[in-house]
Every structure is written in C-alpha cells, then in structure tokens.
C-alpha cells in the first residue's frame, strides 16, 4: 500500500493508505453509518459522483460476492475507511474488497481516523474532497473549482428499455439509476417489470399498456431532473403510481413541492421511520442527500404519512384524490433491514383497487 491524503475542501487533511486503483478523484464526501452492506452501498448507483466515508471501523471483512451487486461497477467514486480486512472469509466471497476496487477502477483509503472525519461532516455539512498521492497547490486549486456533475441521472439511467416477462401485474419503472434489489422485491412478487429510461414520455409508457408505474432511485439533486415531471405529473392522472428515493422528490416536485439539500443526509440501514397513519415504527434503509420541504406541502394535494424520527424529516407522501404515493428510503431492503418490504405489498394492493373501480 502507498501512502494517499484525503484533502477536504475546507482545508483538513487525512493521512491513510491507498488500496484499490491507484489514481486521483474529487467528489462530494458523505458518509454511511451501515455496520455491513458495504458492497451494496459501493454499487448503489445513488452514490454516483460521491465518496462514501463507512462510519463502522473494520470493512470488507466478509469480502465482495456476485449476489450482491445493486449495479455491475462501482458507483461510488472512492471509499475511506478505518480499517480494511486484511483476511475476508466468507462461504459466498469471490474475492477481497481491495482486489475487486483494483479490478474494477476504484480507489480508496484506510488507516483514517473516521470517527473524527464523520464529526467533522456533521459539523460542516458534506464537504468537496480530494483522494491524492500529494497535497499540491494545484491540487487544492481543482478541489476549489470543482462542482458536482448536473447530470448524473443520465449517467445512471438505462439507455435502452427491456423486460423482466412474467404473468403478473405490469409495473413500468421509471429508471433514474435503480438498485437491483428493486427489481428482485418485484420479482419476489410476479410482476412483469418494463424498465424504462429516465427521460421517457409519458406516451411511451402508456404505449406500452401497464398496470401501474414506478419511480426509482437515483443520484444527485431532483432539480436537475426536471425533464421528468411533465412524464410523471401525466402518468399519475392515468395509472396508480409510487415513487422510491429520488423518485418520491420527483414526485413531490411533480406537484408542487419543494425540495432542499440536507446538511450531511441520510445514509445507512438504522433510520427509524414513523408510518403516521399506521402508528407503527421501522428501521429503513436509507441513502439521500435532498429532502421534501414539509412547509411547502401546504399549498398542494400532498399529504404526509411517513416521517423520520430523529429529525422530521417527510419520509413518505400520497397525492388526495389519486392512486399514487412515495416513500424516500429504500423498502427494497438491500441489505436491510427489512421492516418496510410491506410497501411493496401496499404498492400492489392499490393496483388492485384501482384496477376493480
């Protein structure tokens, strides 16, 4: 291992080693609190364009597997932790952590002192970083103008529709850089799933004669998406709908809502969500940076019926007088836990309801 530096854009600097691909990157440093599902993070296509620091000191220790990819490469642009297995076992692993980063391009650092770097985003708020082999004026002259990408959708997105064909209910999913335990929560339950690039119209859709449709996931700021709310604000009048993650902000957006950036988000598998209407609780799977204004809520036909519990965050929202609500985390589940899976259920029951009106 050689010696690399995390440069942050507020002037701290942490000294590590470097293992996986050997090479330079900036993005926007987050950080993830999950004490196991490092693998599934790394290939979360909402990480686009991130670096994920694992709050948990010791990672990769069960290795990385085939079974657990939520995309085929790294969506995270590097990944910083305290301490790297040096001796993964498990009975599924393919090969070590730092072995697939090597094959597969991405960097990271370990040996730093995460504890510290996570209260220093709390503090501040996600900050621009550096992963370098050298701290260089010219270094810190790049981290200084870098900006975040506006079009990381269209980097994550397919580029082409296709199928999963069964017999069941069909479900067109609007794909804005969906996590593969999406199409397996589908799948678990038969439904005929088209997959749909992010961009689509609402006439293709249609065209294509679903039951319903899905808003997935994704990376980066609703805003910036906003090619998809015509899409979204026609498909609702005409099909029952639900939207995931980045697709519940798109949703909100679609009518009328607002959305702003968090201070550090939510990332990680511990998130303890209120069901208003149900009074129950569950620990979620969670993994955003941008949130629904609640105080822009008042003037639209959006209702809140999930909330974070620590902060307050709108978790969940139904649209008044349509077959058509959102959740922000992920009831896919991937790698838990598994509390909120029943959404999926609830998503196919009011097909059904809509369906027999």
Known sequence: MTTKYLVLENGSVYEGEGFGADKDVIAELVFNTGMSGYQESITDLSYRGEM?????????????????????RPAATAIVTHEVARRPSNWRMMMSLPEWAEQTGMPGITGVDTRALTKELREYGVMKAALVSEVTQDVLAKLKAYATPTDLVAHATTQSQYQNPTDGVSVALIDFGLKNSILRALAKRGVNVMVFPADVSAETVLAAHPDAVLLSNGPGNPQNVAYAIPMIQKLQEQLPLMGICLGHQLFALANGAQTFKMKFGHRGFNHAVRHI?????DFTSQNHGYAVDRESLADTSLTVTHEEVNDGTVEGLTLKNHHAFSVQFHPDAAPGPHDAEYIFDDFLKMIAESQAK
């Open 52 to 72: 994920i620091v694992f709050t948990y000191p010791l990672i990769g220790n069960y290795g990385v597997n085939r079974d657990d990819f939520e995309s085929l």
């Open 277 to 281: 209407g149900k009074a129950r609780l």
